[in-house]
């Protein structure tokens, strides 16, 4: 298989744009011949959905994912799913609503916010989800996994065989080698309908009382928070919650977004008019009552975003930076309120911002982003000095309150700021294929 350079890649946040050669194999024994190949470094890159540089390998290799695209067994009766790794979630969502396979009764034990990243994506990331308080992170529902290295070999890794190497590669931001096909086990649902609720609450003690009262008995919970907000009125926002329900709810969601942003705007939508407005007609949405409540097909609940395809281009040419922190449990309400203030202050930000708790179900992963907190995460538009300052202040007060950064999301961290996170960096440095790197990789110091 051989490597074509590249016209560019960008993250998803469209701030980082790196050269690479690219290659693109059809089938495992493809893949696993692009992963030996001798040359410079080489790294997996799904469907591109991390916002900075955990999938970028600026002037090295890329082995793009998505022709590994094989369903290769579902078993109705045990829930268990073999595919391989360039599978998206929305293609395995389709599977799962078909009669044959039990007709809605097995669903995705986790997913993020988007359904367009592929299962191997899901995997280096340890993806979490709205649910994470029921289910924990992505990597726990993963039986076993096949991974090539650049020596040649193939290694099937699981809990229970090389389960150093497994440890290391859920959340193992494709550092270890590249994973070919996995087994997964799905999660037994009523159906594919969702009851859902969202209830506004004025500040953010507001919030932490309705995370505490919904997280017994919805699946699903996380709020929307007015990044402007001040006062008496900081944090204040939208709660949703939504748990699954009997009946089919909705046709799966397509596999592909329904609509494209057709163009880049020159200039970010994103400013301080359009924020104030949006987030002022948000707030009025649910009227008087301030809450509501609907049965329904679960896109609406799990997947808003995807209903516009290049929605990350309304930022504009400079595009933008996420910022995502989590923070333990003690302090996460004093925290919190610290992050918000500083973003309030700043003017910046963007209607993007969510605020959700995660349980204490361990993660797998020796990297794995999810611990037992509160998690922030905001978009801002990217606007030079200004907004690495910001970042530079939200990432010190999160360092200081002995929380951590989310790779997948990152385009600033610093190396200090990531070992501060993730004490398991250095063990996890001892699994690193030697041939494998990315640009973050580089940044925080986990290659040289
Ligand atoms: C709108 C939106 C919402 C999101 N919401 C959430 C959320 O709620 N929770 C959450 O956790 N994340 C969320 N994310 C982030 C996203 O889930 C992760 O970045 C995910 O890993 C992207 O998967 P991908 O297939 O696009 O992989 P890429 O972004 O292409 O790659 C991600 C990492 O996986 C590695 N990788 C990919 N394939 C393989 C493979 N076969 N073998 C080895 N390594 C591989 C890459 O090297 C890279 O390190 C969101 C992203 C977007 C755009």
Not at 115 to 140: E, P, Q, Y
Not at 277 to 304: C, I, M
Request: aromatic content about 8%.
């Amino acid at each position: 298989m051989s490597a074509v350079p590249s016209r560019d890649h960008l993250g998803w946040g469209r701030n980082l744009r790196a050269e690479h050669r690219v290659s693109r194999p059809a089938t495992p024994q493809a893949a696993a011949a692009c992963a030996a190949a001798p040359g410079g470094t080489r790294l997996a890159h799904g469907l591109g959905r991390s916002y900075g540089d955990v999938a970028l390998n600026p002037d090295g290799a890329l082995i793009e994912t998505r022709g590994l695209d094989r369903f290769l067994r579902f078993d109705p009766a045990t829930g268990i799913l073999d595919a391989e790794a360039g599978v998206a979630l929305a293609e395995v969502l389709a599977v799962l609503a078909r009669p044959e396979a039990g007709g809605g009764g097995w669903f995705l034990p986790v997913t993020p916010g988007t359904r367009f990243v592929t299962l191997g994506g899901a995997v280096a990331n340890d993806v979490h989800g709205k649910n994470h308080h029921r289910t924990g992170s992505f990597g726990r529902h993963v039986l076993s996994l096949d991974l090539a290295r650049s020596d040649g070999r193939v290694m099937t890794c699981s809990p229970q065989e090389n389960a150093g190497l497994f440890a290391a590669t859920i959340g193992g931001l494709g550092l270890t080698g590249l994973i070919l096909r996995l087994r997964l086990a799905m999660m037994r649902v009523e159906g594919l309908a969702m009851e859902a609720e969202d209830i506004a609450f004025g500040s953010l003690a507001g919030y932490f009382a309705l995370a505490a009262e919904s997280e017994q008995s919805w699946d699903y919970t996380a709020a929307w928070v007015d990044c402007l907000a001040t006062g008496e009125a900081l944090g204040r926002g939208i709660f949703s919650r939504a748990r699954h329900a009997a009946g089919q709810g909705a046709a799966p969601p397509p596999t592909a977004p329904r609509r494209r942003l057709p163009a880049t705007p020159p200039l970010s939508m994103v400013n301080g008019l359009s924020l104030r407005a949006f987030n002022a007609a948000y707030r009025r949405r649910l009227g008087s009552s301030g809450r509501s409540h609907a049965v329904g097909g679960y896109e609406k609940v799990l997947y808003p975003l995807d209903a516009i395809g290049g929605w990350n281009r309304l930022y504009g040419p400079r595009g933008f930076h996420q910022f995502q922190g989590v923070v333990p449990p003690a302090d996460a309400p004093a925290v919190v309120a610290e992050l918000l203030r500083e973003i309030a202050r700043s003017g910046q930000g963007s209607p993007l911002v969510v605020l959700k708790g995660f349980g204490d179900l361990p993660s797998p992963g020796m990297l794995s982003f999810p611990r037992e907190g509160t998690t922030l995460a905001l978009d801002f538009p990217a606007r030079g000095p200004d907004t690495l300052r910001l970042l530079a202040r939200l990432e010190a007060i999160t360092v200081e309150a002995r929380g951590r950064l989310y790779p997948a999301k990152d385009s600033v961290m610093t190396a200090e700021t990531f070992r501060s996170g993730y004490p398991a960096a250095g063990a996890f440095a001892e699994w690193i294929d030697p041939a494998f790197s990315s640009g973050f990789a580089r940044r925080v110091g986990l290659r040289p």
